[in-house]
């Protein structure tokens, strides 16, 4: 079954440091997303991709995040300048249309921890 | 502003007893509903959707889901829990112009032996 890859699993930086969290999306999807889980708090959107451009952001997708699909295969999230609150995990999403019929698919995550 | 509410932060049954997930939602118009599980440094993973049609949704592992229009609600319900039912479980609207999923809060169910 096709997955959605993320790596790392673990990231450990250090406050104001800039971080890139990678993706392989499913290789025929179109659409790409990232949320966020804070520990113990909710799944949060952060931002949809679609045709090389955002198509929609959160209020939590400020300046310092940014996404880029920079080849054929990868989907990045990359966050400028890392502050504690930005510790989460963070999940990569792809689906194959905008309303997918089938929900979208996540990759495992990665947790990000930022001390 | 599309919400989706989990009333309950955790949820506790005996292994073999039915095990029941509340959701309820606010969407415009018809919306797709989800129901996604996460285990333990697991990512998300799909459970059952709703769409359209019977209102009762079976999907992965035993699990099915009742979609009720009047009372806005998407239960998540299992005849007969297992031990290895025990996870995060987030249910998830989205409206049908494609806009993006509205996640609930999650409830975490722990079956015991």
């Known amino acids: 079954e096709p997955e959605v890859t993320q790596t790392p699993s673990h990231q450990v930086t250090q406050m104001g440091q800039e971080v890139i969290l990678r993706c392989v999306p499913i290789s025929n999807h179109l659409y790409f997303y990232w949320y966020r889980q804070i520990l113990g708090q909710k799944v949060e959107f952060l931002v949809s991709f679609y045709n090389n451009e955002i198509s929609e952001k959160s209020e939590i997708f400020d300046d310092q995040f940014s996404v880029e699909r920079p080849d054929g295969s990868n989907f990045t999230l990359k966050i400028r300048s890392t502050k504690l609150e930005d510790s989460a995990m963070y999940f990569c999403?792809?689906?194959?249309?905008?309303?997918?019929?089938?929900?979208?698919?996540f990759g495992s995550g990665t947790r990000l921890t930022v001390v | 502003a599309q919400s989706v509410a989990q009333p309950e932060d955790q949820v506790n049954v005996a292994e073999g007893n039915p095990l029941t997930v509340k959701c309820t939602y606010s969407?415009?118009?018809?919306?797709?509903l989800f129901w996604y599980v996460q285990y333990p440094n697991r990512g998300l993973q799909f459970l059952l959707k709703y769409i359209t049609g019977d209102n009762l949704v079976k999907g992965s592992y035993g699990f099915e889901a009742e979609f009720n229009k009047s009372q806005t609600s998407f239960h998540l319900k299992k005849p007969s829990a297992l031990v290895s039912d025990s996870a995060l479980y987030f249910c998830a609207a989205q409206d049908n112009y494609g806009q993006n999923f509205v996640f609930g809060p999650g409830t975490r169910l722990s079956v015991l032996p």
């Open positions: 969407v415009s118009g018809n919306p797709y």
């Open positions: 999403a792809s689906s194959e249309w905008g309303t997918s019929d089938s929900g979208y698919t």
